[in-house]
């Protein structure tokens, strides 16, 4: 309220909603996790799950996202539009309550399911907070309003825009990220894409239209998939070779909890289960993943033994040969789901497991009768996987037995290190003996080991396990790390926490850097999710001027230096060095670059999408040749020494 001396005196809710802002405004990484990228496209899908709740209450089929010139977004929807009614607590109209108060946009109590992101629903109001300025109109009630904010605070009324006439309902919000918060400001449409293309994936009713018009020319792609996950699984197996031309899927709905899963078989050796509870991705799994894998171990068992394709006395197929080559959604939606696990992403309700776990025995026992020419292609499958691990199992023991002889610990061309605290050791994967060698004698001997690897290598994206027992260049790694592999990985027993794979910057240095990750991805999964795993990034230059001389890891950086230092490229003073591998530097210049923990450079191997991550690996190292040539291609332009 202002009065006539413009003093605004604010009333007990008013500052209620000032003090939540400045909150938000104080510590924006509390509500959507940073104020990085990952957190200016956060705030986008904080709006849309909006719309995607009044989707899912069943009003709305249409999302539309415009990345607008100015770098504001604007996501509109055909939903009812939010109520403008005084809200009868707060006495303000609701469409304002939804955008300035903290949390109040847990829409429905009891009906709906309430789908929140990734931090589970931080609600418009946090976005207004962070944004420069937001402007919501809402059509509803044959009218148009709408209200503009200015850093979550309001600086218009909820205004009548159009009185009458208005023969359609919705909400379109649009908002500025603040740059005074977030450190990036520029929208990545591949991002925003694959985000949208997932939620029309799990929502197969909805249409979302993304639409960049930064540019002259407009980018408008439209995500709408009627299959739904079943869409979702051949979206994933397309660059894989499945061995039943069908999706199997089924859903049930019992109470308030609706469950949807589709599966298909791949010939590969790994396993994509992935799930979903309210939309939310659940990539600690629980008590739906539980039900699903405990049930389809049960039902592949049950149907082996009584087709007598498993002989009365043969072992049980484990859960992990049921699901070697198995891509497969499981999607719940229930009232009230609970998160637990590190980043909350663990679904806790136990009265879901049985539910999954009976639904799922019933459903998949009834597809397999109904469809034996199936049945028979995943059981031979998970026979193929049982007799594969057996093999790995006495090839296993025959290496434990065969090392317990010769008692050769630790494989010879290891340099270990003094400490044995794990954790503050290292060890640097060296690609090349000239390379080992310089490495040996720059490293600090107290704390860095290292391995020079040496031999045949081997893609393990083609390979079994038992394959991998063999392999010349990977035992001495798994015996060097000392935490086994595969099924037998124990990360207690891990000898050094940092791990990181040191190899040339060349095709040669890429080529055996991504078969390395492709093992420890596939075999070694706990190690990369724990971030035990690490890049060195070598210099690409040395430049010299007189006295002075630096190192620069890439092209960027060698401009930057020589704007910075106002050198001429001509200029003949400067010597330039191309460092073509590890082994032309000697082990005093490897050490300041690359192994120093002071100051040298290394890069943490993170997964921050799973699909994606798996999608490049089958691309690039498995079977299919052609989908290999069109990434190549695809990216070709990027990618400056590349030959394909
Ligand atoms: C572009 C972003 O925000 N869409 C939304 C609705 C619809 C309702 C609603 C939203 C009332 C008090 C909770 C309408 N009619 N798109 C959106 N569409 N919020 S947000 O209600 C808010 C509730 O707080 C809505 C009847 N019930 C709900």
């Excluded at 063999?470 to 592999?485: D, R, W």
Aim: net charge negative; hydrophobic share 35%; glycine share 8%.
């Amino acid at each position: 309220m202002i009065d006539s001396k413009n003093h605004v005196d604010y009333n007990e809710e008013q500052i209620q909603v000032l003090e939540g802002l400045e909150a938000v405004r104080k510590r924006p990484g509390m509500y959507i996790g940073s104020t990085s990228s990952r957190g200016l496209h956060h705030i986008v899908y904080e709006i849309v799950d909006n719309s995607i709740d009044e989707s899912l209450a069943g009003y709305c089929d249409k999302i539309h996202v415009i990345l607008n010139k100015d770098n504001s977004v604007t996501v509109y929807d055909n939903g009812r539009g939010i109520p403008t009614g005084i809200h009868p607590k707060l006495k303000i109209p609701t469409m304002q309550v939804v955008h300035t108060v903290l949390h109040a946009g847990g829409k429905f109590g009891g009906d709906g399911y309430k789908v929140s992101g990734g931090l589970h629903g931080v609600g418009a109001s946090v976005v207004n907070a962070l944004s420069e300025w937001m402007e919501v109109i809402v059509a509803r009630d044959g009218k148009l309003y709408k209200q503009r904010y200015e850093r979550g605070i309001p600086v218009t009324g909820v205004d009548i825009i159009c009185e009458s006439g208005i023969d359609y309902t919705g909400t379109k919000t649009i908002f500025k990220p603040d740059e005074e918060i977030f450190e990036e400001t520029v929208y990545d449409m591949d991002i925003l894409v694959k985000r949208f293309r997932e939620m029309a994936f799990l929502n197969k009713y909805i249409t979302i239209t993304i639409a960049d018009e930064r540019q002259e020319e407009k980018n408008e792609i439209v995500l709408h998939y009627e299959g739904g996950i079943s869409s979702y699984v051949e979206y994933i197996n397309k660059n894989k070779v499945v061995i039943h031309p069908e999706v199997i899927y089924f859903e049930a709905k019992k109470d308030d909890v609706e469950l949807e899963v589709a599966m298909q078989y791949t010939d590969s050796f790994n396993e994509n289960v992935y799930s979903y509870a309210n939309n939310i991705a659940t990539t600690e799994g629980g008590t739906h993943i539980t039900g699903f894998k405990t049930a389809i171990t049960k039902v592949v068992n049950d149907y082996a033994r009584k087709t007598n394709q498993l002989k009365e006395n043969d072992k049980n197929l484990s859960g992990e040969d049921v699901r070697e080559g198995l891509t497969a959604i499981v999607c719940v939606k229930l009232h009230e789901p609970q998160f637990e696990g590190q980043t909350k992403t663990k679904l806790g309700n136990a009265e879901i497991r049985s539910f999954t776990e009976s639904v799922v025995t019933e459903k998949l026992s009834y597809i397999l009768e109904e469809n034996p020419k199936i049945a028979k292609i995943i059981i031979e499958k998970t026979l193929l996987s049982f007799r594969a691990r057996e093999a790995a199992r006495k090839a296993r023991e025959l290496t434990k037995r065969k090392s317990a002889l010769e008692n050769t610990s630790l494989p010879g061309k290891l340099a270990d290190c003094s400490d044995k605290d794990p954790s503050k050791c290292e060890i640097f994967i060296v690609e090349g003996d000239s390379a080992g060698g310089s490495a040996k004698q720059g490293r600090d001997r107290r704390f860095q080991a290292i391995l020079p690897l040496w031999g045949k290598m081997l893609n393990v994206e083609k390979a079994r396990e038992d394959k991998v027992y063999g392999n010349e260049k990977l035992s001495p790694v798994i015996t060097a790390l000392g935490a086994g592999f595969g099924d037998e990985l124990d990360l207690t027993k891990l000898r050094y926490h940092k791990v990181i794979i040191m190899a040339d910057a060349d095709v040669d240095g890429s080529h055996i850097r991504t078969l390395l990750l492709t093992f420890f991805y596939r075999y070694m999964k706990p190690l990369v999710d724990n971030g035990h795993i690490y890049i060195a990034q070598p210099p690409l230059f040395k430049v010299k001027k007189g006295k002075e001389e630096h190192y620069v890891y890439n092209e960027r950086e060698l401009a930057k230096l020589m704007k910075e230092k106002n050198w001429a490229k001509g200029d003949n003073s400067i010597s330039f060095q191309r460092f073509k591998g590890l082994g032309e530097m000697n082990s005093e210049q490897l050490w300041e670059t690359t192994m120093n923990p002071e100051t040298r450079k290394i890069l943490k191997v993170d997964v921050e999408d799973p699909i994606l991550t798996d999608e490049i690996f089958t691309v690039l190292m498995g079977e299919k040749v052609e989908p290999r040539k069109e990434f190549i291609q695809k990216y070709a332009k990027t990618v400056n020494n590349l030959d394909i």
